[in-house]
């Protein structure tokens, strides 16, 4: 068994932040990924980081944008934390050594994004993950934190009290793709999931394929609610062949978007006739579909990007990877072509409850990064503020799993926070939604039972499990897994209606139960692919039935959520999360009340336009 004080579970922008933190507080900090940290999914971000750096500009703008992008879902304290931190946390990479584009005079550039009423978008060209990626992972190995590479963490290992608000982390369990073992990591602390997103649940997604949301999942299991499932952002500029996004910074720096009849249809239709392209990604994602769907697509499905006009060399200065991007992946050459792009799955706004400091309601667990939601972006994110949460809130958990005296926290967690019950759909039947092989969730034992042995007891758990994966004979996950990804791409996409989430649900009902014949035909115990996207698999059928429960019960079009049957933003009613709780067979749906007082005001909810 591995034992350090702090287990961080992700080695992308959230969990090297957070084991940076962790370490500078003394704690001996381990991070265990299933990828090598540089492959980690922050690496694929290209547009850039929100702070509000310059004099005009200032955090209380920036928290407004980021309120009003939510369209008023998003938590005050959270947000207003994110973008005071932001300023510092930006200085403090560039001062690690970060390569931000500059101006001529030397200073930081920043550039306008969508939802933005300022330019206070900060990159690195078009590679701006990339290179704070390998900032971050150069100061984990200058700081000699150890790093478990390709070790596939199956689940936590979390006591047994009823009540999840009783209930420790004492660790995980997880699989060594290397040569097969599974083995015991005991955090003498906490673990931090900084596991990154669910993209995968989708079949048309700019999420790499390791982006199966195993963080939430597990959390799920043990019982921490997840919060605001249902909003699940569509990027409106990913290549149509691959999912291979086209940053926003393309239309932030001048692209223009057309219809097949030569409209820049973004004001010519009327869909934001101030902000035009750089609209919402949720307003601009809905003007698309709708353009094609009333025929005004190219080939029936996708509209163009033009950047022609920027110039050969700006496009190069600023821009150049998204040449490559639709060379390599689309035949197009950006300088000369319009290029084809539609939505696709981009961003999971919900995720694993938490607070400013990252703590979930079970001691000892706490999330940070896309997996979790602490809610800053409520029911839409704006380009640019998701790598800031990785920082901001990485560092905050880390500082606090570590043990340091951090403000309370004002956003409540667990179940004692709930205000009010919701319904789950009659579309799931009592029973069959039981996460697979779900027994083993929590560990028999409760709070005073040794921790060592309670992660001993998940060990032997998981291990069972693989065994039986890879001995016994029955379904390959690769069709349950496509039956996901297309009923929710069908169903649960931009435009939802009641009758299409609820056949979601049924054709979801049915991937649980081939699930549960589920088997490995690789039998090899070196990185054998088809036992991990076996493991992956039942992590997208929990996640794709918390997102369908959620859409299912949101009677209201917010954000990122539209309903056909309910077309308007409905404030009276639905100012408030969604949390969807698993407790020992029991499945939860209940609301907590969104916070709108934050230190520099309250944020009354307006008509949300661009
Ligand atoms: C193409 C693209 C471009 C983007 N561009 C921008 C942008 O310009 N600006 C912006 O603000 N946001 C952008 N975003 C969003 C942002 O990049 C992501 O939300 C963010 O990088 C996620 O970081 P993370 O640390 O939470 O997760 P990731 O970087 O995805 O890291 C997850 C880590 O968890 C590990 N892991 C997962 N499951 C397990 C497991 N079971 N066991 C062990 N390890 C596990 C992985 O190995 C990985 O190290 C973009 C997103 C995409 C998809």
């Known amino acids: 068994m591995h034992e350090h004080d702090v287990i961080v579970v992700g080695a992308g922008g959230a969990g090297l932040r957070a084991a940076i933190a962790a370490k500078e507080e003394g704690a001996d900090v381990a991070i265990v990924t299933k990828l090598h940290p540089v492959r980690s999914h922050t690496g694929a971000a290209e547009g850039g980081i929100n702070a509000a750096l310059q004099e005009e500009d200032s955090w209380e703008d920036h928290a407004y944008d980021t309120m009003k992008g939510s369209d008023f879902l998003g938590d005050a304290p959270a947000i207003e934390t994110l973008t005071k931190d932001a300023r510092e946390d930006v200085i403090q990479l560039e001062h690690w050594g970060m390569p931000f584009s500059r101006e001529e005079d030397g200073t930081v550039s920043q550039r306008p994004f969508g939802g933005l009423s300022y330019p206070r978008t900060t990159y690195a060209g078009a590679e701006t993950g990339h290179h704070l990626l390998h900032t971050m992972y150069e100061q984990v190995v ?32 997880a699989y060594d793709i290397k040569n097969g073992a599974v083995e015991g990591f005991r955090a003498r602390d906490s673990v931090i999931l900084a596991t990154g997103g669910l993209g995968q649940v989708f079949d048309h997604t700019t999420n790499a394929v390791a982006n199966t949301g195993d963080g939430q999942a597990m959390a799920y299991r043990a019982g921490v609610p997840l919060e605001d499932m249902e909003f699940v952002q569509f990027h409106p500029t990913s290549l149509p062949s691959t999912g291979v996004l086209i940053s926003e910074a393309v239309r932030g720096e001048g692209g223009i978007l057309y219809n097949a009849e030569g409209e820049r249809f973004m004001f010519e239709r009327g869909y934001a006739n101030n902000e035009g392209e750089l609209a919402s990604r949720d307003v601009v994602s809905r003007a698309e579909l709708t353009e094609i769907n009333e025929g005004r697509g190219i080939e029936d499905e996708y509209v163009h990007l033009d950047m022609r006009h920027l110039g050969e060399e700006r496009i190069m200065d600023r821009l150049e990877n998204i040449l490559h991007l639709a060379a390599d992946f689309e035949g197009v050459d950006g300088l000369e072509e319009p290029m084809p792009v539609k939505p696709g799955q981009h961003y999971q706004m919900g995720g694993i409850e938490t607070d400013e400091n990252g703590e979930t309601c079970i001691e000892g667990l706490y999330a940070a990064g896309e997996c979790a939601c602490v809610s800053v972006h409520g029911a839409n994110r704006l380009g640019g503020n998701a790598l800031p949460e990785l920082f901001v809130f990485g560092k905050r958990a880390g500082y606090h799993a570590a043990g340091r005296d951090m403000k309370t926290a004002e956003i409540p967690t667990g179940p004692s926070a709930r205000s009010e019950a919701g319904d789950v759909s009659p579309a799931v039947e009592p029973g069959a939604i039981e996460p697979a092989t779900d027994e083993d969730a929590v560990a028999d034992g409760g709070q005073t039972a040794d921790p060592t042995a309670i992660v001993d007891q998940e060990v032997e758990a998981e291990r069972e499990r693989i065994e039986r994966l890879l001995e016994d004979d029955g379904t390959n996950h690769a069709d349950i897994r496509a039956d996901v990804q297309q009923t929710m791409t069908e169903y649960v996409n931009v435009f939802r209606t009641e009758e299409g989430i609820e056949t979601a649900l049924e054709d979801l009902q049915d991937a649980r139960r081939d699930y549960q014949d589920v088997a490995v035909e690789d039998p090899s115990r070196t990185f054998n692919t088809d036992l991990i996207h076996t493991l992956e698999t039942r992590n997208i059928i929990d996640l794709a039935e918390t997102i369908a429960l959620g859409a299912l019960a949101r009677t209201e079009f917010r954000g990122a959520h539209w309903r056909a049957e309910h077309q308007t933003r409905k404030d009276d009613e639905w100012l408030k999360h969604t949390m969807i709780a698993w407790n020992n067979g029991d499945l939860d749906l209940y609301y907590v009340p969104v916070i709108l007082d934050g230190e520099s005001k309250t944020y009354e909810p307006v008509d949300r336009s661009y």
């Open 142 to 173: 200058k700081r000699g934190i150890e790093v478990y590479e390709e070790w596939y963490v199956t689940d936590l290992a979390v006591t047994d009290e009823d009540d999840p608000e009783d209930r420790t982390c004492h660790g995980v369990a």
